[in-house]
């Protein structure tokens, strides 16, 4: 269903351990040494560059989905735009402070008069695996920007390309080296393992970044010191998260085979965590397919009204779990 299964590296862990001894409050703004380890990440894993960058962790990413909205202070009359099948937290986000939500994929079908205030941008996907090219993303920015809109682009799977190279929003072929409106979101948890730790971190407008650590601060919005340190160990290691990437392209390999030769359609899915799949029938006719097969997957509807005929199976189960699954679907 979608989390992580393998053990946390042990160069995280000992970090962890390391920094165990915390009876102070922490900095909301990171230490140090998260900060200029968050740019330095941002600055290799989406070309930015990390002159006037604004960097910020948070507790994970979801809960900066969750509340990015009311911490702009965005409310009710404003409009929060979301992609048409998406990660459902982006709407409950912009629920929780009283906007209304429009999904779609074009801001063209956005009417010239309503108050967007925020672009939500997911590449690549959950659940579609879907990558948006830097010419998709450079329209949605500058088209934002006319309005004084905000860009949030949630990046949590940038580090998972498979057969398409995602680009951030913070990459000068899309932000123009401006950050002016724009913020990237971005997670330790599927990278490095970290679901557990709560480790994520935003980058990108300054003044906005500013801002959120303002209210943030007064609001308890805090990323414990020992994840701190932990999340400092794993933005400055790449072999474990090249060892896990290696997992996930290995477990992709089978089960894109198996369900393949199951009848299945694999649509998008060219990065991400997940395989987008259909059947060409109701989603919950292939849910119960599979489950009686004891293969657990997401029905299409949780990320919107036009995926009824999808099921998202998420790359996230052990070799051993991937394996038994390719078997049944054989059977
Ligand atoms: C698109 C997307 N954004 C954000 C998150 C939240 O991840 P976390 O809070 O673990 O960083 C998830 C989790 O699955 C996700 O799929």
Redesign the pocket.
């Known amino acids: 269903m979608?989390t992580p299964v393998d053990p946390v590296p042990e160069v995280i862990r000992r970090a962890l351990a390391d920094a165990s001894d915390a009876p102070g409050y922490p900095l909301t703004a990171g230490t140090p040494a998260l900060r200029a380890a968050i740019a330095a990440w941002v600055s290799r894993a989406c070309g930015a560059g990390v002159d006037g960058l604004g960097v910020l962790p948070t507790i994970?990413?979801?809960?900066l989905?969750a509340w990015l909205p009311t911490l702009l202070g965005i409310g009710p009359g404003d409009v929060v735009v979301v992609p048409s099948i998406a990660?459902p937290?982006y709407e409950d986000g912009a629920r929780l402070a009283g906007a209304t939500v429009v999904r779609t994929d074009s801001l063209t079908s956005v009417g010239p008069t309503s108050r967007v205030r925020l672009v939500w941008v997911?590449s690549p996907g959950?659940p579609t695996g879907r990558v948006l090219p830097a010419a998709h993303l450079r329209k949605v920015v500058d088209w934002a920007r006319e309005r004084g809109a905000v860009v949030a682009s949630?990046e949590?799977?940038l580090p998972l390309g498979w057969s398409a190279e995602p680009v951030s929003v913070l990459s000068p072929q899309v932000s123009g080296g401006s950050y002016a409106g724009v913020l990237a979101l971005h997670?330790l948890?599927k990278r490095s393992n970290l679901?557990g730790y709560?480790a994520?971190f935003v980058a990108g407008d300054p003044a906005l970044v500013a801002e959120l650590l303002k209210v943030r601060k007064h609001a308890g919005m805090i990323v414990p010191a020992p994840v701190q340190a932990a999340m400092v160990a794993a933005l400055d290691d790449e072999r474990h998260a090249e060892e896990q990437r290696e997992r996930y392209r290995a477990r992709r390999e089978v089960l894109r085979a198996a369900f393949t030769e199951a009848g299945f359609t694999v649509e998008h899915s060219e990065a991400g965590l997940y395989l987008w799949l259909t059947r060409g029938e109701d989603c919950w006719e292939t849910v119960d397919w599979l489950a009686r097969r004891g293969i657990l997957v997401a029905a299409g509807v949780f990320y919107g009204p036009t995926a009824g005929q999808h099921v998202r199976v998420a790359l996230t189960e052990s070799d051993e779990h991937v394996a038994a699954v390719a078997g049944r679907l054989r059977a």
């Open positions: 979608g994970g990413s979801k809960e989905v990660y937290t997911n959950n949630d949590c799977y997670s948890s679901a709560r994520g």
